[in-house]
Each structure stands twice: as C-alpha cells, then as structure tokens.
C-alpha cells in the first residue's frame, strides 16, 4: 500500500524557517514527480513546489525565492526548505507523489505550518 508521511511543520514567527519532509513507500516504481500543495481555512489547495526524477523544479510565484525543494531519490524523500516565512503561508501542507506506470497520484495526510507573531 502506497503510503506518504510528511513532518516538520509547527509554529513559527514572521521570518522564520522550517524545513518539511515526505518520504513515500510502498511502491516498486520509479518516482515521476514529487510536489507540495497547501491549503488554508476557506481556501482552495494550492501548487506550492514541484521537483521531477531529472531535478527540474517549478515554483508558485508566491514562494518562488524563498522556498526550495530537493529530493533523496535514494530515499524516496523529498524536502520544502520554507524561509521567510510569512502569515499568509499559514496552511495544511500536503505531499503528492506520481510513479512511472502508475495511473493516479498519491497524497499524504499534511502537515500544519503556522506563521504567527
């Protein structure tokens, strides 16, 4: 069974830093495409970061500068490094993993990141 776990969200101040992880299992499959959404109270899930097998990123214009994301392919892992963060990225963040030969993509349960003085 397909399984992502993400950690590393919590509460943080204005120009703060945290760094979530997801690692996924249960898969014999080569890795396509890994990416983070996030959605707060009242909004619609939005794309935050994306990273292909090959190492192509995109970005939200929202984030673009102050987060990066990598991947262990090793581990099946990958990481958003959030710096500067600001209250309006206050959300539930969601991994989502796409295997080659695999015909949906997989999400994980979120991570709350709080951004508040």
């Known amino acids: 069974q397909v399984q992502l776990v993400e950690s590393g969200g919590g509460l943080v101040q204005p120009g703060g830093s945290l760094r979530l992880s997801c690692a996924a299992s249960g898969s014999i499959f080569r890795i396509k495409t890994m990416g983070w959404y996030r959605q707060a109270p009242g909004k619609q899930r939005e794309f935050v970061a994306a990273i292909t097998s090959g190492g192509s990123t995109n970005y939200a214009d929202s984030v673009e500068g102050r987060f990066t994301i990598s991947r262990d392919n090793a581990k099946n892992t990958v990481y958003l490094q959030m710096n500067s963060l600001q209250p309006e990225d206050t959300a539930v963040y969601l991994c989502?993993?796409?295997?080659?030969?695999?015909?949906?993509?997989?999400w994980g349960q979120g991570t709350q990141v709080t951004v508040s003085s």
């Open positions: 989502n993993v796409e295997w080659y030969l695999r015909p949906q993509s997989y």
